[in-house]
């Protein structure tokens, strides 16, 4: 089975609800984590667009790479510029995969923009996680020519 970290700067919005969509489509297919270069807390809009979309983040613990130390995956995937830069030399990956993913956690706008801003980036995740599971988590299948 497959392990996965998926890390972001603060382990807040991105990286958590891509750990989220990659435990509930590729369940079976790996284990999955998430964490940040530091840790901010599991951003409150985040947990509210993930349970629009039936995802709970209430189990979820926002925590820093320093929790896995001297342990090996088979992917890291990077979610924004600040973890592809600094990438933490206490653990080993064969695979790096970075996705370009803005960080909603920083917009200033009225209530609505905010959770619009959110809701855009959580689809954005949503589809780069699902490429993601597609190319590196499932199984390829031949199709036989007629």
């Known amino acids: 089975m497959r392990k996965v970290l998926v890390l972001c700067s603060g382990n807040s919005v991105r990286s958590q609800i891509a750990e989220a969509y990659l435990k509930f489509y590729a369940k079976g297919y790996g284990i999955f984590f998430s964490a940040g270069l ?41 979610v924004c510029p600040e973890a592809r830069k600094n990438l933490p030399d206490n653990f080993t990956f064969d695979h790096h995969v970075h ?43 031949e199709v036989p020519e007629p």
Request: aromatic share 14%; glycine share 4%; net charge negative.
């Open 38 to 78: 530091t840790d901010q807390g599991i951003n409150p809009y985040a947990a509210q667009v993930m349970a629009e979309d039936n995802i709970d983040l209430n189990e979820h613990l926002s925590k820093t790479v320093d929790a896995f130390t001297n342990l090996h995956f088979d992917y890291l995937i990077t």
């Open 99 to 141: 996705y370009e993913i803005p960080d909603p956690a920083g917009f200033r706008g009225s209530e609505e923009e905010t959770i619009a801003f959110f809701f855009e980036v959580r689809e954005t995740v949503k589809r780069y996680i699902l490429q993601f599971i597609g190319r590196n988590l499932m199984p390829r299948v």
